[in-house]
């Protein structure tokens, strides 16, 4: 029975000559543009300097913040205001001051004061300038008091903490290789959720839905056989993404492959099982459609894919913790660039395992075969 | 005119008597712009930590306190079990391990020198490299208050002041982002599938073979809609000036202005997609999946566009949402007039004209 269930399904989704289309155009085309866009790497920002003092140190200090690398000058401006235009122009990112009588201030020991403006419209992009901003006028700082204070006397007061860092799984700060695993996980979701979320409204609106329901096949072998295709097909997806992964970034799981298909296995029931039970609820697929968008972009943006789940308000971590995609999500980076094994995720195995069984069990209870 | 009217009429009882259909549409946004305006900000905060030292001391007490006290960072656990270094990485229960060496305390008293390794766990570049900076940077202060300022006077302070956002809320920058992206999803699925529907049914022959022109009955479907956009934009912008509390800082009349062009150009796009796609699986598919990747990541909206490299930059350039977004954060979040967003005006209504003007030379009087 279940046989020729799913060579129904198989054939269905065939024939409809989109699919095979999408299913590997998609990928292609969301991993070889995409990872290239998620970056926050910041080298150029466009800084404008409004300098009131005219002094050596003003000057050094200058030199000093443009052979960083970080900044590049758009305009010496003359005042604060002139500046602020400039910003408003979109020319700078960020305003830097110098106070008039800067470097007598500091050289008297009197401690001055600059300061930094940065266009916060772009929260991220301001706070990354800010930093490296700082970073840079602390250096310069020390090299004056270096300068200024006797050098036997400096080296005996100042007690020194040296602090070594050291970035661990990805020693090369790339972040294509951070976000290339979760767009897999991205185009598995909605793939195998979108699809299933509309099949069954699908056969409702094409009349198919009554030959099966008057048909003495049982509910959850219906339900299965719709499954078994997208599982299927989720299977061949990741294979394809992990080989464009490779091919192109070079990325390989630092984990094992069977960690993942595991994963995967769980993963894959539990969305298309959420799909179903859309399915099972909408009236046309209009509605499907609408719902399983709601659906998933909150799943995206709740994910951790953009934006990190520690930053979010308290509220928002519990929707997260209850989100598959974000669980997968963390599953996919961690075998592929910490190499974790099952033990190290028994968390996330147990969450999907929960999700999968919840959601199914749901879909099977929630499908009837008589219209109310 | 008169025809037109009547064409119109019918539309609207069409998507009006579907009562279900017109809850989810309204309220999708409502709920996704309260939920994201929220939820998103990509500010580092709470990142988890383990401290180790073979024996904490004072000093090395007082930096992890400190790193504790600060919004950036939470202790989870101090330990001496050099094991739990690599461990808390691994099983993912820490982000960044601070490691004092043996003696710190002693050594910072009596040679004035100590260490402090700091291990990221960098799969996540971006967030690893700003939550060790903000790490130096507190452990930094430490040691500059240990000196006192009393014996260091050549002091340079740097004063932050952020501009259009001094308190760095998290709403600011992801409101016109989200605004923009809830706009152009919803309008060109409900144009594309709403379209190819009937193709699909076979209503759409019996428009056809009417003596209206095509233009006509592309109009009267996109009116509605448009109608149902604009409650859209005008529940978003409510929502996020009194729940959000992001402040719309410049005219609201170029805001609107420029939103309902905005949304004339999203409805447009659903028009050409729905030429183009024969099935609703189709439409859905591009409207909704196709569309929604590129406006996510290439728009600005999360990732600045200047960081991208040139080559995404230029594609960027065809994306609606990425001028909308542009515009909205100069007239909602800078306060700046309409002769700073002429440019992002001026290439929307090229866009509309051309997805226009694409779609109704698509469009076929019959269906094959």
Same mark, same amino acid.
């Given at each position: ?55 050596? =140190? ?11 690398? =970080? ?15 400039? @910003? ?80 661990? +799984? ?51 072998? +219906? ?13 061949? @997806? ?18 094992? =492959? ?32 609408? @719902?399983?968008? +709601? +659906? ?70 929630? =499908? ?5 | ?10 539309? !609207? ?142 002091? %340079? ?144 909206? %999360? ?59 698509? !469009? ?5």
């Amino acid at each position: 029975m279940l046989a020729y269930l799913l060579r129904k399904e198989f054939k269905q989704l065939f024939r409809n000559s989109f699919i095979p289309k999408m299913l590997f155009g998609f990928p292609l085309m969301v991993l070889l543009v995409l990872p290239w866009a998620a970056s926050y790497d910041i080298n150029n920002m466009n800084l404008s300097i409004v300098d009131h003092d005219h002094s050596t =140190y003003s000057r050094q200090l200058t030199e000093k913040i443009l052979s960083s690398g =970080y900044f590049r000058l758009t305009n010496n401006a003359t005042s604060f205001k002139e500046a602020l235009k400039s @910003i408003e122009q979109k020319e700078s990112d960020l305003i830097l001051e110098i106070p008039p009588h800067f470097e007598k201030d500091l050289i008297t020991g009197q401690g001055t004061k600059l300061m930094i403006a940065p266009n916060a419209v772009n929260g991220m992009k301001a706070g990354i300038g800010m930093t490296y901003l700082s970073r840079i006028i602390g250096d310069f700082n020390a090299e004056i008091v270096n300068e200024l204070v006797p050098a036997n006397r400096s080296q005996t007061a100042m007690p020194r903490i040296q602090i070594d860092s050291q970035f661990k +799984f990805n020693p090369r700060l790339n972040y294509r290789v951070y976000m290339v695993p979760a767009l897999i996980v991205l185009i598995l979701t909605l793939i195998c959720g979108f699809l299933p979320g509309v099949s069954i409204v699908l056969e409702k609106e094409i009349g198919t839905m009554e030959q099966i329901n008057v048909s003495p096949v049982n509910k959850a072998l +219906f339900l299965l056989a719709k499954l078994i295709p997208f599982w299927v097909i989720g299977f061949v @997806i990741l294979t394809f993404g992990e080989f464009i992964a490779w091919a192109v970034y070079g990325l390989v799981p630092a984990g094992h =492959y069977y960690t993942i298909y595991l994963f995967a296995t769980i993963y894959i029931i539990t969305v298309s099982g959420l799909g179903l039970i859309i399915s099972n609820y909408a009236q046309t697929m209009q509605q499907a459609m609408f @719902i399983v968008f +709601f +659906f998933m972009l909150i799943f995206i943006m709740l994910s951790g894919l953009y934006t990190p789940i520690e930053s979010m308000p308290d509220w928002a971590q519990w929707i997260a913790a209850f989100n598959p995609l974000k669980h997968f999500m963390v599953v996919m980076r961690s075998v592929f660039l910490k190499g974790s094994g099952l033990a190290d995720l028994t968390k996330e195995i147990w969450a999907l395992l929960g999700f999968a069984v919840f959601f199914n069990s749901w879909a099977i209870f929630s =499908y009837r075969k008589v219209d109310k | 005119m008169k025809q037109l009217l009547s064409f119109i009429r019918k539309e !609207f009882y069409h998507i009006f008597r579907d009562k279900t259909t017109m809850m989810i549409l309204l309220g999708i946004p409502i709920i996704q712009m309260v939920l994201f305006g929220f939820a998103l900000t990509t500010e580092v905060k709470n990142t988890h930590i383990v401290a180790y030292a073979p024996a904490f001391d004072e000093a090395s007490n007082r930096i992890v306190d400190r790193l504790d006290n600060s919004t950036f960072f939470d202790v989870v656990e101090r330990t001496t079990n050099p094991n739990a270094i690599e461990q808390s990485l691994q099983k993912g229960e820490a982000k960044l391990v601070v490691v004092f060496e043996p003696y710190f305390g002693d050594n910072l008293r009596h040679d004035g020198k100590a260490r402090v390794q700091l291990i990221a766990d960098a799969t996540d570049a971006n967030a690893a490299t700003t939550f060790t900076f903000y790490a130096q940077t507190i452990i930094t202060n430490y040691q500059r208050d240990l000196m006192g300022t009393t014996q260091n006077p050549y002091i %340079i302070t740097p004063e932050v002041k952020m501009l259009y956002n001094p308190q760095m809320i998290g709403a600011y920058n992801f409101v016109p982002g989200v605004l923009g992206m809830i706009i152009i999803l919803i309008c060109a699925m409900m144009t594309s599938i709403a379209i190819v529907r009937e193709k699909e049914k076979g209503t759409m022959e019996i428009l056809l073979v009417s003596p209206m022109k095509p233009i006509y009955s592309i109009l009267s479907k996109i009116t509605p809609y448009f109608v149902l956009s604009c409650v859209n934009f005008a529940s978003i912008i409510l929502l996020s000036v009194f729940v959000l509390k992001v402040p719309i800082t410049g005219s609201f009349a170029t805001l609107t202005f420029i939103s309902l062009l905005y949304i004339f150009v999203s409805l447009a796009l659903g028009l050409l997609i729905s030429t183009v796609a024969k099935t609703q699986l189709a439409a859905m598919f591009m409207s909704a999946i196709g569309l929604m990747m590129p406006v996510m990541l290439l728009s600005g909206m %999360i990732f600045p566009v200047e960081s991208m490299p040139l080559w995404l930059q230029i594609i960027s350039n065809v994306i609606p949402a990425r001028w909308y977004i542009e515009a909205v954060k100069s007239i909602m979040i800078q306060g700046l007039g309409f002769m700073a967003v002429w440019k992002e005006t001026t290439i929307l209504a090229a866009m509309a004209i051309v997805l226009i003007a694409v779609s109704i030379k698509n !469009f076929k009087s019959r269906l094959e």
